[in-house]
């Protein structure tokens, strides 16, 4: 039978500062990273809207760190699609060795906190054969941490914000939405909500939002008071971890901040920005190669028309389909001294990001910093 959302209220106390940060998937430098660039201290609120662990190289460490840090500061951690997963297959609901838990497993074995689990309490699952002894040791081993999990709330709600992973169809109907949908809502910006506090989600990486220009950066929908803040981290090549921090009064600026964990170089040259460009995204990532280069493919994007060069190490074969990794022939805006994080670097060119956005850039650049 479908569960109902856990709905928590919460008053955050007056002028301490509030930062909110989604989809962190299992990557504790990143989580450190973006702490550091916020300048995060013991008075600040800290509110996680989903999916802390799965899909990334330290789940364990990562919600451990999390658990340490709620122990002695105020966070507030939402559950997203993901961390219910871990407490489904810890739970017993649902056979282990359903094909669900097989094929996400068979996919994220390395990156999932299941395995993670696992391996820290002495066992080595060789494969979907060994799940139920998976699940023994997990309820075994790691109580603090499933109870930790298990008390995360589907929706918090504060007098001006509404902080969930996925998304709600009705504000003023909380209680009555079902738990799944409010955890894992695909598309949601595309469904045409508008609310009266502001709806801060996350489950979305924004760059699936823009069809032209590859931004990371947080999507920040004014007139709907939606704020979309999943910057792709562990899941993007140039992902990003992003920290929304909120306006101090009802109605201010928002600001962030952001970690990608790539190397930065200082620009040369400058460079002007594309009048007409492509994002090639997932689920709608099917090509036709054109031409194979040494590091580049001439490709066409089938379902724009477009042609565009992407890197051989994007491109990847599944179903008989030839499909890519987000890909984009945008010219980022480049001054003389801009610094940009470096994706890629080829002899005649770089993929960077400035300020979330990545693009190419064809000046020169200094990468001693």
């Given at each position: 039978?479908?569960?109902k959302?856990?709905?928590k209220?919460?008053?955050f ?90 094929n ?24 979907p ?17 499933l ?14 914000y509404?902080?969930v ?10 209680e009555e ?42 999507l ?72 194979r ?26 179903d ?48 001693k910093?």
């Amino acid at each position: 039978m479908a569960r109902k959302a856990r709905v928590k209220y919460a008053q955050f106390p007056a002028g301490r500062r509030v930062l909110a940060i989604s989809d962190i998937h299992g990557s504790l430098p990143f989580f450190q990273g973006v702490l550091a660039a916020a300048h995060y201290t013991p008075e600040d609120v800290l509110v996680l809207v989903g999916d802390l662990v799965e899909k990334g190289p330290d789940s364990l460490g990562l919600l451990r760190a999390v658990m340490e840090l709620a122990g002695r500061n105020r966070v507030y951690c939402l559950r997203g699609n993901c961390d219910n997963l871990v407490w489904e297959f810890a739970q017993g609901e649902g056979d282990p060795q359903a094909p669900f838990f097989q094929n996400y497993l068979k996919v994220w074995w390395e990156r999932s906190l299941l395995i993670q689990m696992g391996r820290a309490a002495g066992l080595d699952p060789g494969g979907p054969e060994d799940l139920p002894a998976l699940r023994r040791a997990i309820r075994a081993h790691f109580a603090p941490e499933l109870e930790f999990l298990a008390a995360m709330p589907e929706i918090l709600v504060t007098p001006h914000y509404l902080f969930v992973h996925g998304g709600v169809d009705d504000e003023e109907r909380l209680e009555e939405m079902d738990a799944w949908r409010c955890m894992k809502n695909d598309d949601f910006l595309s469904q045409n909500r508008t609310f009266r506090r502001w709806c801060v989600v996350g489950h979305w990486p924004v760059t699936l939002y823009r069809p032209h220009i590859p931004s990371a950066a947080p999507l920040l929908l004014e007139e709907r008071h939606i704020a979309s803040i999943d910057g792709g981290c562990s899941l993007k090549v140039d992902g990003q971890l992003n920290a929304l921090e909120l306006p101090m009064t009802p109605g201010g600026a928002f600001a962030w901040y952001a970690y990608d964990g790539l190397p930065t170089a200082v620009a040369l040259d400058r460079q002007e920005p594309s009048a007409d460009s492509v994002n090639v995204r997932w689920g709608r990532n099917v090509l036709e190669v054109l031409e194979r280069g040494e590091r580049l493919s001439l490709c066409r994007h089938l379902e724009t028309g477009r042609e565009l060069e992407v890197l051989n190490e994007y491109l990847y074969v599944r179903d008989g389909v030839t499909r890519c990794e987000d890909s984009t022939d945008y010219r980022l805006e480049i001054a003389p001294g801009d610094t940009v994080s470096v994706v890629r670097a080829l002899p005649d060119r770089a993929l960077v990001k400035k300020k979330g956005v990545t693009g190419w850039y064809f000046g020169r650049l200094d990468e001693k910093r």
